[in-house]
């Protein structure tokens, strides 16, 4: 595709975001992402899937602007429609929650700068590694717009997205692994292969029940506890008419790797 990449083995899907020089996203960009992230959940071929950036000096530089201006002003290219017309935040929105409905755990790999829109695409992966060379910034407010607020607080909780957002300082990659917000920090060298290794331990697992329990865990996020607990019950007796679900007690007794049939 234009703007970004896709690759898949072993069972590994690496979405790479590749606009030079910073990866500013158009709603062009925006569209692709949302493409990709649905089909992944399309194929028995990918049970994880990565998203990252080359390099190790930006992830996202956020918006394009102009683009942006261009979008509000009502100015449709050729791959937009009336509903970009109406809606000039349908692009950005369905692309986020591409990735976070994507029915695959997705790792974000961040190897730089995440700013504004960058933030929200590492907040809606499901767990983030990052390199020493990663910082993360919402600095909406110096631009006089708002918006990804309510993304960053599932990364860093609301009183640190309230300081970043009324500040528009960087946060170092350091620092949300101090708060929990990122798995790792590894050197920029390491990035794609601890991504990788992380995928590999997750596609290991059954296809099945991988889709179903991050079905699960995006329903229950924001329930109460009793609410959500139930709806996890309801889920579990769901994966249990699965062959798949009986495998992969057999194999724990015989101590093996398990053998998926998608049944």
């Avoid at 992402?33 to 996202?60: H, M, W, Y």
């Avoid at 002003?73 to 349908?90: C, V």
Wanted: with cysteine; net charge neutral; aromatic share 6%.
């Amino acid at each position: 595709m234009g703007d970004v990449r896709i690759d898949v083995s072993a069972h590994i899907a690496t979405v790479t975001l590749d606009r030079t020089p910073v990866n500013a996203l158009t709603g062009d960009m925006f569209r692709e992402i949302t493409e990709v992230f649905r089909n992944l959940g399309k194929t028995r071929d990918v049970s994880a899937a990565i998203l990252t950036a080359p390099g190790d000096r930006v992830f996202c530089a956020g918006v394009d602007f102009d683009d942006s201006a261009r979008r509000h002003a009502r100015d449709l290219n050729q791959n937009e429609t009336i509903a970009d017309m109406l809606d000039a935040g349908l692009a950005p929105r369905e692309c986020f929650s591409a990735i976070m409905d994507c029915p695959i755990p997705v790792i974000g790999a961040i190897n730089g700068a995440a700013v504004g829109a960058g933030v929200v695409l590492a907040a809606c992966c499901d767990i983030l590694i990052a390199s020493e060379t990663a910082r993360f910034c919402v600095p909406e407010i110096k631009a006089g717009v708002l918006g990804g607020a309510r993304h960053l607080q599932r990364l860093v909780g609301p009183y640190k997205a309230r300081k970043m957002f009324f500040t528009g300082e960087f946060v170092s990659a350091q620092e949300f692994y101090r708060i929990g917000a990122v798995e790792a920090v590894v050197s920029p060298t390491e990035l794609a292969s601890a991504a990788r290794a992380l995928g590999t331990q997750i596609a290991a697992m059954s296809p099945i029940g991988l889709r179903l329990g991050k079905e699960s865990l995006n329903r229950v996020e924001d329930l109460p506890v009793r609410d959500g607990y139930r709806i996890e019950q309801s889920y579990t007796a769901q994966v249990t008419r699965f062959n798949d679900s009986a495998e992969a007690r057999r194999a724990q007794q015989e101590k093996r790797q398990p053998q998926w049939t998608w049944s």
